[in-house]
């Protein structure tokens, strides 16, 4: 275990990336800024369902159903929030 | 102390160039490397495992703003380098012990991923969604049934918006249906993924076909062009393309039917 380097701090990755917090829920922004990046919903619909996935021991497995619940979880609780201010029609059933 | 570090893996490709990566903060904050082993390379980065290990990304995932933050990284990366060459990008949060437990997992699944990245060289991933309004919009044309008295007016007008919003719904899935097949055909690969909920998408709209497509390069003009087309011939359904991708959906190491599988269109 000693070739991974030591270069890295270890505080919080968040709060030195890319001004995630300023991105708007997904459909609560005007258009442009929808289309400016990529929207959440599609890069996370892929990387959360896409890629290849090595079973190994090495891997640091999450279930991969835990890891879309999970995360889709946080994503519907945010978003619904946004809705209920958005005034966004739902659908019955 | 090692113990507390990992390994980010976020694809793997027959060479990368590590210059490609200059300046560019891999998950983590440092920057990304590249391992090379048995005629392929990977890129990685270092990361805590306070923060990224097992026990930590369960509680992490909850928080929305981190996980987009994380996963815009991810898909730089890897959009960096199938810019460059045919990439295997790997699932969101594959992560190892060490630089050399990456190696060994390369040589162990070489022939994997000479497959995986053979089915994707020159080949790139496009998305096709298609929203219909839902029932509503062909029903409003009730009649005037005043003359029937009202319950009966309204059981009866009240049929007719059931009966229109049923045709409604048979004839966008059939329409869905078609544009799956006409874009299918241009594709060397397509797949059916799970339509997004309207919780997730926040619109209204439902969502009918979510489709992934994997498109010869040379084809692309070709292929936006269709589903251009497909949205012109369908005036009352929304037909939205997204990518360029990586080849997120098809690069598949166990085989094309791997997780993901195939769904219906407006199931």
Known sequence: ?93 | MTDDRGVWVYSVAEELAPDWFSGVPGIGGGPIRTLACGGLAAAVSTVSLAEFGEEALPGRLEDLAWLEAVARLHHRVIEIAANHVPVVPMRLATVYRSHARVTAMMAARQADFTTALGRVRARTEWGVKVYTSGPGRAAESGGDDSAAGPGAAYLRQRRRQLDASNQAKRAAAASAERIHAALGRLAAAAELRAPQAPQLTGRPDRMILNGAYLVDDERSAEFTTAVERAAGEHEQLQVELTGPWPPYSFAVADGPDGPGGERRAGG
């Open chain 1, 1 to 93: 275990v000693s070739d991974v380097p030591a270069d890295e701090g270890h505080g919080g990755a968040a709060d030195r990336l890319p001004a995630a917090r300023q991105q708007v829920p997904p459909g609560t922004g005007p258009p442009d800024v929808r289309y400016e990046r990529i929207a959440l919903i599609d890069l996370l619909d892929r990387l959360l369902a896409g890629g290849v996935v090595i079973s190994g021991e090495v891997r640091l497995s999450i279930a991969d159903v835990d890891l879309v619940s999970v995360s889709l979880r946080a994503l519907i609780s945010s978003v619904s929030s946004a809705m209920e201010h958005g005034g966004g029609r739902r659908e019955g059933s």
